[in-house]
C-alpha cells in the first residue's frame, strides 16, 4: 500500500517533500526545483524501470533535448538485464501535452531536422521495444503525448484524463506513429474519426473502443500502472517476450497468415523450450494450478508428498495410507 501512497505522491510533484529530501515553501520555489531537474526522471524499483518526463511547467510537453533523453532512458532500460517491464508516466499532473510547439515556433530551428530525427521527434517512438512498457495516463494525453501512449504495450487511464489530437487545430503533423498504430489498435473507421477531427476523447469511450486497457480512479494512474507491471514482470520473460514480438510481427510486418505461423513457431529457440519444461515440472509439483496466478514461485514440498506425486504419476492412482486415499 505504501508502495501506491508513494508513487502517488510522486506524481503529483510533492514526493520529494514528504521524505524530506527537499522542502519547498513556496510554489515558486517548487517550480524552480523542476526546471533545475532533468526533463526525464528515471528510478528502478525491483526489476520494474519507473520513466518519468518531468517539464510540469509545459505539461511535459517535450523538445528536441527531452526527446534525446527519453530516448536513451528507453535504451538504458532495453540494455539492462535485471529489467523486465517498464512503466512511463508524467510527473505533475498531465502525462504529455505533445510536442512543445515554442521550439517549432523559433525560427532559428529547421522543421524537417526536427521531423527527420532517427529515433523520433517525441523519442524513440519509431521503433518497437523489446520488453513490455506500459503507459500512467494522466490528465492532458494530446497530439504527440498520446503518439507516446501508442507507443506502450499497454494504457492504464485515470478517469478524468483526455486523449486527443489537438495539433489538428495547427497543422502539426503525425510523424511519430500515430497513423500507424492507431489503426492497428481500434480499426481504421475509428482511428480516421480521431486524427480527422483532433476531437477530445475521455476515459469511458477511451475504455469502450480498445484505446486504453485500465480505467481508473484519478490520482491512481501511476500506481495502478506498477501494479500492472508487476502482474506481468513475475512471468518467466523469455516466452512472455516470444509471445509478444509474435503480435507485433503479425500485426504489422508478416505478409500473410503463413509468414505469420512461421515465425511465430521458428522463433521459439532452445532458450524457450528449456523454460517452458521448467514451468512444466513446476505445474508437477503444484504451483499454478486450478487457474491460480498468485504464489507462482516453486513451494518447498516435503518427502512425504513428492513420494505420493510420484506414485499417482506413476500408477495412475492415489496413494493409500492406512487404507486410506492421500
Known amino acids: 500500500m505504501w508502495l501506491i501512497v508513494r508513487t502517488a505522491l510522486r506524481s503529483s510533484g510533492i514526493f520529494r ?16 526545483d523542476a526546471k533545475e531537474e532533468p ?12 520513466i518519468g518526463l518531468n517539464r510540469p511547467q509545459v505539461r511535459n510537453a517535450i523538445d528536441s533535448e527531452t526527446g534525446k533523453q527519453l530516448t536513451a532512458a528507453i535504451e538504458e532500460f532495453e540494455q539492462d538485464t535485471t529489467a523486465d517491464v517498464g512503466v512511463l508516466h508524467g510527473i505533475g499532473g498531465s502525462f504529455c501535452a505533445g510536442y512543445d510547439l515554442s521550439e517549432l515556433a523559433n525560427p532559428d530551428v529547421n522543421p524537417q531536422s526536427i521531423i527527420l530525427q532517427r529515433s523520433g521527434v517525441m523519442g524513440p517512438t519509431r521503433r518497437n521495444f523489446t520488453k513490455p512498457v506500459i503507459c500512467a495516463i494522466s490528465g492532458y494525453c494530446v497530439a504527440g503525448g498520446m503518439e507516446l501512449a501508442l507507443m506502450c504495450d499497454l494504457r492504464v487511464m485515470e478517469d478524468q484524463a483526455v486523449l486527443g489530437f489537438y495539433n489538428r487545430r495547427f497543422g502539426v503533423p503525425l510523424v511519430d506513429g500515430g497513423t500507424v498504430r492507431l489503426p492497428a489498435l481500434i480499426g481504421i473507421s475509428r482511428a480516421m474519426d480521431l486524427v480527422l477531427t483532433g476531437r477530445a476523447v475521455h476515459a469511458k469511450e477511451a475504455l469502450h473502443i480498445g484505446l486504453v486497457n485500465r480505467v481508473v480512479a484519478v490520482g491512481t ?18 516466452c512472455l517476450r516470444h509471445d509478444r514480438n509474435s503480435m507485433f510481427n503479425s500485426a504489422f510486418q508478416a505478409t500473410s497468415l503463413r509468414d505469420a505461423m512461421e515465425f511465430e513457431v521458428l522463433t521459439a529457440g532452445e532458450d524457450l523450450l528449456n523454460e517452458a519444461v521448467q514451468g512444466a515440472n513446476k505445474f508437477m509439483s503444484g504451483v499454478g494450478k486450478h487457474g491460480k496466478f498468485t504464489n507462482l514461485k516453486e513451494k518447498i514440498i516435503p518427502d512425504w508428498e513428492k513420494e505420493v506425486i510420484e506414485h499417482e504419476i506413476k500408477t495412475g492412482r492415489k496413494l493409500k495410507v492406512d487404507g486410506k486415499e492421500k
Open 221 to 238: 494512474g501511476l500506481g495502478q500502472a506498477y501494479n500492472l507491471a508487476m502482474s506481468i514482470a513475475k512471468f518467466p520473460q523469455a
Open 39 to 50: 526533463p526525464v526522471q528515471v528510478e528502478k524499483i525491483a526489476n520494474i524501470t519507473m
Open 17 to 32: 517533500g514528504v521524505l524530506g529530501q527537499r522542502h519547498c515553501s513556496t510554489v515558486e520555489s517548487d517550480q524552480a
